[in-house]
């Protein structure tokens, strides 16, 4: 026989994933994939089940539903501060996983260089490969994840053809202030690069942080491919529905490559979503005010158990730091924590390009009785890793 493809001979397994799998073996208290485990909004399960009667059934228009992408254009002109055409800017994918591969798949050929912060949520790395484009990366250092502006212009240099932007960022919660997109954007704009954004936290920042879309820095908006998704604004991650926002003349190819790849996304899905996407501002000023609750518990919870960790700004992920535990491998900690400590985590090693292993990802997507079980859970972390540790 011969060989599989020698594209696909360059994946591991999503370590997320994995990490889902290995809590659901231990039963742990599952904060690796961030996904919550409350319910959407009644508005849309309610529709949801109106329409399993009513239909649509069948195929949507391939880059979305006519009202689907009117309502979103609505909401997107309001938050992002500039009017998007339904008809021309937009194109509904199958979640922005979708929306991000189409967006590299525009814009890169085989060989150019794509920039990418690390650490960096683990699909990119995939998207690069599947586009043959290569991955340029930028550091965000630590505790703060700020880059040195040095760095990226030296990584510009290379020409790449776009920039990937998480923000607010997956792993690490940091929400990019106005002065570093300025940064950023004056390099785009310098060495003529795309900018492929990843904004699917862009509801969930705390105060005093502000989420600022980097198309709204003048001259962006031309060369932007802004990508996000309802999975975590509506508590939807099992729907699917994501999209790219872009100029015309660039969504006109992004929707054939949509198009190919998976034709469209989920109609009935896409109907049920309009009347949430027309929502007033009061659900987001609670989703915020939620999530905000959850981050003070479990911060305040980690505080008392004298657990190290980052400050979330935004997104809904925490890092802590494991240094004291002695262990050289961030996964096989994560495995170990989730069989002893009966909590699931994903090693940091998956997100950096650079050999960190002392910091692991847990989310806190969850109900409060469940971060409170998880925290429970972690009291007896130090006596149970690090005797598990040394007696190895
Ligand atoms: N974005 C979520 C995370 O980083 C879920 C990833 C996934 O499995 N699609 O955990």
Not at 337 to 348: D, E, F, I, K, Y
Request: charged share 25%; aromatic share 10%.
């Amino acid at each position: 026989m011969q060989d599989l493809s020698r594209r696909s001979a360059g994946f591991t397994d999503s370590v997320i994933r994995r990490m889902t799998r290995i809590s659901m073996k231990y039963d742990a208290v599952n904060l690796s994939q961030g996904f919550p485990d409350f319910d959407p909004p009644a508005l849309i399960t309610r529709r949801l089940a109106e329409i399993a009667d009513s239909g649509p059934h069948q195929y949507s228009i391939t880059w979305g539903a006519q009202n689907f992408r009117e309502a979103l254009a609505e909401k997107l002109s309001r938050f992002m501060g500039r009017y998007i055409e339904p008809e021309s800017e937009i194109v509904v994918t199958c979640g922005s996983t979708e929306a991000m591969m189409a967006a590299m798949l525009t814009v890169a050929n085989p060989g150019d260089k794509v920039i990418v912060f690390s650490p960096f949520y683990e699909n990119y790395g995939a998207d690069a490969i599947l586009s043959g484009a290569e991955p340029v990366y930028v550091a965000l250092k630590p505790p703060d994840f700020c880059f040195d502006p040095g760095d990226l212009e030296t990584a510009f240099k290379m020409r790449p053809k776009a920039l990937i932007l998480c923000n607010p960022s997956n792993p690490t919660g940091k929400v990019f202030t106005r002065e570093e997109l300025e940064v950023i954007a004056f390099l785009a704009e310098k060495y003529d690069s795309y900018i492929i954004t990843d904004e699917v936290y862009e509801h969930i920042v705390y105060a005093p942080h502000k989420h600022i879309y980097i198309s709204s820095i003048p001259g962006m908006a031309d060369r932007t491919l802004s990508c996000s998704s309802l999975s975590k604004t509506y508590s939807i991650t099992g729907w699917r529905l994501g999209y790219i926002t872009a100029p015309a003349c660039i969504i006109e190819t992004a929707r054939k490559v949509h198009d190919f790849l998976t034709v469209g996304a989920a109609a009935p899905l896409q109907e049920a979503a309009v009347s949430m996407l027309r929502i007033g501002d009061e659900y987001y000023e609670r989703l915020l005010a939620e999530y905000t609750e959850r981050r003070d518990i479990f911060v305040k919870g980690l505080d008392d158990l004298k657990i190290p960790h980052t400050d979330p700004e935004g997104a809904y992920y925490i890092m802590l730091d494991i240094s004291e535990y002695g262990y050289e491998s961030d996964l096989v900690f994560c495995e170990d924590m989730a069989r002893l400590v009966g909590v699931g985590a994903v090693p940091g090693s998956s997100f950096f390009r650079e050999p960190v292993n002392h910091l692991i990802r847990i989310h806190f997507a969850k109900k409060k009785d469940t971060l409170i079980e998880a925290l429970n859970r972690l009291e007896g972390m130090r006596k149970k890793m690090t005797r598990n540790n040394t007696a190895e």
